[in-house]
């Protein structure tokens, strides 16, 4: 029988240590013959990635040696870092940002000097020579005392398309494309002959619009004859892709959905016109949607009412039909010898490396993202739910109640509600089985998960509803949520609190100060002053605001009605901060503006900072501490006993 216990207090065999000494995570994973690669992130190795190989007789190995960490730091956000070829690795390497390479049975060896950085590789196998992206960080000024900065501003910092030799590269590459501010996903057709790539400006970032543009290879590697194929200012172009048989293809919003789409003798037509999402936000170089498994044959992942699918697409007669797995979330699928190979999760089942043989429609899972087996009886499936919020308008979410197979609460009580609001902000949310979340709900909580306006997966119009509106209907999304809840009597009014990280963390710093229903809050490394971040940001999210907000410095003053910073006075409940100290998506110096402020003023609150952690925590010390903390922090501020003993953490003003 169920112990009768007060939500929160429930004992939860999802544990801190648990989630980070058997998590790691998966990513990444590519073909090569008959050997399967993918990275793995590992808490317990200081959050380093490796790259391992599969052989076909199921034999698993690390190929990244000790001592390397397969990630690059092109527009901070990374993405794949690596390409494999008949056994022979390219990869770039964090702690330097070289490419190295890696020949079968050898160990690594540079390719580029510093203080370049790459991403995106394409090999040219008729050439024996690599294309991709190069971010060039030479340039360098003197600060205000006169000496040379150790790093370059957003606009010092120098984008192009590169052709890399496999031996040297004196100069960093051989620069092919340059002049506009961004590049990324070079694509080389069968045959060898032309190349494809996308391109856009500030203040565009890749979802508001893109270019995609064609030219010839030369034999010694150079582009000719460029022309513009699809794309512009307004029109977002999403994986560029070539058929076997040569044809482009390539997904475009142009219709309002990211849909799928040819170019053919110089003409463009739709393969699968849809209110549906094919397409992604590029935030990292190396997402995908799609792979070829002939050159009539596409299988493709896409998103409707933000339910996540798996289908093959004819392209002659054009028909889509789906593919039943038992996964709802398919990432970055490649195909191969009749096969699909993707990262899978669905609300029971962690992140794996998933492959599917398209014949039989038969799976095998070769790597779990944790060998954990959790009792059904301890996790939480999300339900999906549609609320209504701002200008008669219907916003999306998934709720996942407490649930814990040995507690029930008394009777009468009803749960805390935690109020998740995701980062980007142009992103959302995931049915994936989250242990983080589970760690929540099977101690009691219940968890709602917002995609807001400004979420992909609904189509262009709706994650336009945050241009210009950032700050506003982000924040009015998570409230109506957490109001939708208390409504229909599955969440205590009096103990909902919002947690999120970078823009979700700056969402729940709004809502803290410009609205009054959360009771508590927790901000991991989110923004409090924006004009701050357009100063001090990358270069790929130095005009982002632009969008969000407006025009700047002409609408400096709107910077400054939308910065929690300012208004800091208005702060009444109780907030906790994370931060890394070598982030450079959101300074710390966010962190502590905001913390000193609410200090002051006499609020409950604290505040952890972490060594050697950049945009997000990969160290397993570093989440347990986060997660406990939080934890820790909520039972204080909502008044319940916890199952377990955690590290107490220094709350100011706590009466």
Known sequence: MPHASPYGSWKSPITTSLITSKVIGLAWPQFDGDNVYWTETRPTEGGRTVIVRRTPDGKISDVTPKGYNARTRVHEYGGKPYTVENGTMDFSNWSDQRVYRQDAGSAPRPITPLPFWYADFAIDRKRNRMFCVR?????????????????????????????????????????????????????????????????????????????????????????????????????????????????????????????????????????????????????????????????????????????????????????????????TEIGTPQVANGKLLFIGASPTEPACVVLLDLATGQHEILKRSTELKIDSGYLSVPRPIEFPTEDGKTAHAYFYAPRNKDFVAPAGEKPPLIVMSHGGPTGSTSTACSLGIQYWTSRGFGVVDVNYGGSTGYGREYWQRLVGQWGVVDVDDCVNAGKYLVARGEADEKRCAIRGGSAGGYTTLCALTFRDFFKAGASHFGLSELEVFVKDTHKFESRYLESLIGPYPAKRELYRERSPLFFANRIKVALILFQGLEDKVVPPNQHRLIFEAVRKKGVPCASLEFEGEQHGFRKAENIKRVLDSELYFYSRIFGFELADKVEPVKIENLK
């Open 135 to 327: 971010e060039d960080h030479t340039a360098r000024s003197k600060d205000e005392n006169g000496k040379l900065r150790a790093e370059a501003l957003p606009d010092e910092v120098a984008n192009t398309l590169v052709l890399l030799d496999p031996n040297e590269n004196p100069g960093g590459g051989r620069s092919l494309v340059s002049g506009n501010d961004f590049y990324s996903t070079p694509r080389i057709s069968p045959d060898g002959s032309r190349l494809c790539w996308l391109t856009w400006n500030h203040p565009n970032l890749p979802w508001d619009g893109t270019e995609l543009w064609v030219a010839y290879i030369n034999n010694d590697g150079s582009l000719r004859d460029a022309r513009l194929v699809a794309g512009g200012k307004s029109e977002s172009i999403f994986q560029p892709e070539w058929s076997p048989d040569g044809t482009l293809h390539f997904i475009s919003d142009c219709t309002g959905w990211w849909n799928l789409y040819r170019c053919r003798d110089g003409t463009i037509e739709p393969l699968c016109p849809m209110e549906a999402e094919f397409g992604l936000p590029l935030w990292s170089f190396g997402s995908c949607a799609y792979g070829f498994k002939s050159p009539t044959r596409i299988i493709c992942a896409y998103t409707q009412k933000g339910a996540r699918r798996l289908a093959r697409l004819d392209t002659t007669t054009k028909k889509l039909q789906n593919i039943e797995i038992p996964f």
